[in-house]
């Protein structure tokens, strides 16, 4: 059995004192920070752990205290136990449900307009004038709206006036005259009342032009051919030469030119007029054969002994300027004034401005001559233009000598 050492036991009371006063400073410490946790905190009846021995020092001195360590982050405390039953969790009161929004009220039905008071049919406007309501009396010179009627019914009935412009001019003038020669009435020109009857009564007329055929063509160049006009021979049908025999009739008596044949051709053809000539050359006066050229209409007229025995249409100097071949330019003109046919060239000659046939000279280099283009307006370089069945004998027509008046 060994014997205790007494400076041990004087050891020992000093340590659990200590132990005692750490364990009461960690209690307070807990009660203190209410945040440690439970394995923390002592419970109670808890035996301490035991403490290892504290070995001999070599000195008699007690040990310094150790520091106490920094608590550590205080826990939640866990909820003591208790032997009641938890009191339920009390329902929230339920909302109250919210009130239905109020409907709108309806709208009411808007009431119909009242629908206004039948205004009174305005009365129906007078028919405007029909027919040749107002033509009777009408002369050159009347204007309005029963001219217009008046020039649409002449036209419908075969005899043009131009443009239904409701002006009664010299071309309205001769296609009254024109309807009332064919059909037995005073010739006047005036609208009287049996030219009245006699257009409402009247059936579309028959108007003839190039490419219409038949004996009505053929009959009709029968009578150019006739009269002093060329239409070639009467086949029936309306082609180039019988249209230029219409310009020429046309021409003659200073009407539109259209080379269509109506009843207003119809009645110069029949009247005779024209047929006097203009000029007269030299002294022998209506003797022998002399050619009239007449730049303002266009036309070239044959007489024999004062009788008009040739008309043509022609083409004559276009007034615009032009420039030769070899470089000079100058205007275009056929001249004015009286001359003679000096020589002639059989057949084609190839000019320095163009080919001509059969060219019959009178005035330097300025001929009549064949063309196979001959406008109803002005549009060579000085000559006189012929349409080529023409030319083919106008040199037996016109020896040299033959007077050419230019007008």
């Not at 001219?147 to 009254?176: E, H, I, K, S």
């Not at 009435?185 to 009564?201: F, H, K, M, R, Y």
């Not at 205007?331 to 401005?353: H, K, N, Q």
Request: proline letters at 14%; a negative charge.
């Amino acid at each position: 059995m060994s014997v205790e050492d007494p400076s041990r036991r004087a050891v020992l009371p000093l340590a659990a004192r200590w132990r005692r006063l750490r364990l009461a400073a960690l209690a307070a410490l807990a009660v203190l920070g209410a945040g440690c946790t439970a394995e923390q905190v002592p419970q109670a009846g808890a035996q301490p752990a035991p403490v290892a021995p504290v070995t001999d020092a070599s000195t008699s001195a007690p040990p310094a205290p150790e520091p106490p360590s920094a608590p550590e982050p205080p826990s939640a405390p866990e909820a003591p136990p208790s032997d009641a039953a938890p009191s339920p969790i009390p329902e929230p009161a339920p909302s109250p449900a919210p009130e239905p929004a109020p409907s709108p009220a309806p709208e009411p039905a808007p009431s119909p307009a009242p629908e206004p008071a039948p205004s009174p049919a305005p009365e129906p406007a007078p028919p405007p004038p029909t027919g040749l309501t107002g033509a009777e009396g009408l002369a050159q010179g009347a204007a309005g709206e029963p001219v217009v009627r008046l020039q649409q019914r002449l036209t419908q009935a075969g005899y043009p006036t131009g443009a239904a412009d409701g002006a009664f001019g010299a071309r309205t003038a001769l296609a009254v005259r024109a309807f009332q020669s064919d059909h037995g009435i005073g010739v006047s020109g005036q609208v009287d009342g049996a030219t009245v009857a006699a257009l409402e009564a009247a059936p579309p007329g028959e108007i003839l032009g190039r490419g219409s055929s038949g004996d009505a063509v053929r009959a009709l160049q029968q009578q150019l051919n006739d009269g002093p006009f060329d239409a070639g021979t009467p086949d029936g049908e309306y082609g180039a030469r019988t249209m230029e025999a219409v310009y020429a009739l046309q021409k003659l008596h200073s009407a539109p030119v259209s080379g269509q044949f109506s009843g207003v051709e119809r009645y110069l053809l029949a009247s005779g007029q024209g047929l006097l000539p203009r000029a007269l050359a030299g002294p022998e006066g209506q003797q022998g054969t002399q050619v009239e050229i007449d730049i303002a209409a266009q036309l070239v007229r044959v007489y024999t002994n004062g009788q008009l025995v040739l008309a043509s249409h022609t083409s004559t100097a276009s007034g615009e300027t032009f420039c030769t071949p070899a470089g000079g330019c100058r205007r275009a003109v056929t001249p004015t004034g009286s001359y003679t046919i000096t020589r002639r060239i059989d057949g084609w000659r190839d000019a320095e401005l163009g080919r001509l046939y059969n060219p019959l000279y009178f005035n330097g280099g300025i001929a009549l001559h064949g063309s196979t283009s001959v406008p109803t307006s002005p549009a060579s370089h000085g000559c006189v233009r012929l349409p080529m069945h023409i030319a083919e004998y106008a040199p037996d027509l016109l020896p040299n000598g033959t007077p050419v008046i230019v007008t």
